[in-house]
């Protein structure tokens, strides 16, 4: 198996990754604009904000994958593993992530995105 730069991983790992973070977050916001919250706007703010760099991120890496020829299959899952090909360069690379490492760095990825949102609020 031949070896892949880490900008390759990165952004095969954002095509993992984010399509779960925007999921998340944007259940997350239909269940603040139905909560009983007397100021619901700051937490929407920050949750869109979040959202909003998930999504322009996770553009860049789509389309880094098109320009670069790379695809991303789900092959399986299971109570314990999700398994992905990775397709780069004419070779296959297959890749198992434990469902809880995906959950752990979906979750570390969201903290991240709210941290942003507090420090550059505007930036989007």
Known sequence: MPFMLDEVVNHFESMIYLPMVIQILERDRGTIEFSPFK????????????????????????????????????????????????????HEHERRYLNVRLRNRTEELISVYFDKSFINPEVK
């Open 39 to 90: 100021l619901k706007g700051p937490y929407i703010n920050i949750v869109e904000n979040a959202l909003e760099m998930a999504q322009s991120e996770l553009k860049e890496s789509n389309t880094y994958a098109r320009n670069k020829k790379m695809k991303l299959i789900k092959k399986s899952k299971d109570d314990m593993f999700t398994e992905y090909v990775l397709i780069h360069g004419g």
